[in-house]
């Protein structure tokens, strides 16, 4: 159990460490416009939320 524990943070960890890395696709500095799109809409969700 410990060891699935450990091998799920290892994984979420390493997803989210590439889902801040921003908003590049690959090597070639390519702006991945799909992220940085998705990246608005959930601030504006948040900024919504926090509204009410």
Do not use: P, Y
Request: net charge positive; hydrophobic share 50%; glycine share 10%.
């Amino acid at each position: 159990m410990i060891t699935f524990l450990m091998s799920m943070a290892v994984v979420v960890g390493f997803a989210v460490l590439i889902t801040r890395a921003g908003g590049h696709a690959g090597s070639a500095n390519v702006i991945d416009r799909d992220a940085q799109r998705l990246q608005s809409d959930l601030s504006a969700v948040l900024g919504r939320a926090h509204h009410h």
